[in-house]
């Protein structure tokens, strides 16, 4: 979708808003910068046959996006879910922020309310940081103690997105030194075809490693060999020089 398309495309949207949701949308936009926006166009990768094709910016920064979501996190759960369905980049993150933000005041079932929203709408969390920022702060924080047969059916989406939520949503368990589930879903994404899904499974087993280098390298010895390559340079970034070249070389 080109540029003018998704903008009158918004433009359309903004006239079916509810006023309070049109009037956050206009507040974040006074922070927009066209500068900004091109270079921030290019680093997402939104041309044609890319990653994040179609998507737009308005060029705002991440901490002034932040402010923006902290002065309106009274928003209902369906003013966000407006925002969410955006196809601008800046807005679905801001909303994103605001479900964070209501997730960590709610209870239990306001908890779950945000969960089920969330993974009902994902083909709007469509970009690398909106999945990065989101996942282990919902969907990761909401199943810690629960069931965890829903990441895995996300690992076998054909969605690129949902299969990112479903490594980087254990960065929540790995953040309690829990790691067999980002274990076993890393172990289903090493076939994966994108580097976006390989990057992310290499950040988390490296997440891994930093608490218990000793389960990482069990990991490793068994498929380094064979995963990507991409996957396994982000697993041994922080080794020591020594074994990051003897793994790179396959000499463990």
Same mark, same amino acid.
């Not at 969330?118 to 996942?135: C, E, Q």
């Not at 929540?172 to 067999?180: G, L, P, Q, V, W």
């Given at each position: 979708?080109?540029?003018?398309?998704? %903008?009158?495309?918004?433009?359309?949207?903004?006239?079916?808003?509810?006023?309070?949701?049109?009037?956050?949308?206009?507040?974040?936009?006074?922070?927009?910068?066209?500068?900004?926006?091109?270079?921030l166009q290019n680093f997402f990768k939104t041309g044609p046959g890319?990653?994040?094709?179609?998507?737009?910016?308005?060029?705002?920064?991440?901490?002034?996006?932040?402010?923006?979501?902290?002065?309106?996190?009274?928003?209902?759960?369906?003013?966000?879910?407006?925002?969410?369905?955006?196809?601008?980049?800046?807005?679905?993150?801001?909303?994103?922020?605001?479900f964070i933000m209501k997730y960590n005041k709610g209870n239990i079932?306001?908890?779950?309310?945000?969960?089920?929203?969330?993974?009902?709408?994902?083909?709007?969390?469509?970009?690398?940081?909106?999945?990065?920022?989101?996942?282990?702060?919902? =969907?990761?924080?909401?199943?810690?103690?629960?069931?965890?047969r829903t990441l895995y059916k996300l690992a076998r989406s054909k969605?690129?997105?949902?299969?990112?939520?479903?490594? =980087?949503?254990?960065?929540?368990?790995?953040?309690?030194?829990?790691?067999?589930?980002? %274990?076993?879903?890393?172990?289903?994404?090493?076939?994966?075809?994108?580097?976006?899904?390989?990057?992310?499974?290499?950040?988390? %087993?490296?997440?891994?490693?930093?608490?218990?280098?000793?389960?990482?390298?069990?990991?490793?010895?068994?498929?380094?060999?064979?995963?990507?390559?991409?996957?396994?340079?982000?697993?041994?970034?922080?080794?020591?020089?020594?074994?990051?070249?003897?793994?790179?070389?396959?000499?463990?």
């Amino acid at each position: 979708m080109s540029s003018s398309k998704s %903008l009158k495309l918004s433009t359309k949207q903004d006239e079916a808003l509810s006023v309070k949701a049109a009037k956050v949308k206009r507040e974040l936009k006074r922070h927009s910068s066209k500068q900004k926006a091109k270079i921030l166009q290019n680093f997402f990768k939104t041309g044609p046959g890319q990653y994040g094709e179609g998507d737009i910016f308005l060029g705002v920064k991440v901490p002034q996006t932040r402010s923006v979501a902290k002065r309106n996190q009274d928003l209902s759960l369906s003013e966000t879910l407006e925002i969410l369905k955006s196809p601008i980049h800046e807005e679905r993150l801001l909303a994103l922020l605001i479900f964070i933000m209501k997730y960590n005041k709610g209870n239990i079932s306001q908890r779950e309310k945000i969960f089920k929203v969330y993974l009902n709408n994902t083909k709007f969390i469509n970009n690398w940081d909106l999945v990065d920022l989101s996942a282990p702060n919902i =969907v990761g924080d909401f199943l810690k103690d629960k069931d965890k047969r829903t990441l895995y059916k996300l690992a076998r989406s054909k969605s690129l997105w949902q299969r990112r939520v479903s490594i =980087v949503a254990t960065l929540s368990f790995i953040r309690n030194n829990k790691f067999e589930d980002t %274990l076993k879903i890393a172990k289903i994404l090493l076939s994966d075809k994108h580097d976006l899904i390989h990057k992310a499974c290499g950040w988390m %087993l490296r997440e891994v490693g930093k608490r218990d280098k000793l389960k990482e390298e069990e990991f490793l010895k068994r498929h380094y060999k064979t995963m990507p390559r991409v996957m396994l340079r982000y697993a041994i970034e922080k080794f020591p020089e020594k074994l990051r070249l003897q793994y790179l070389k396959g000499r463990v």
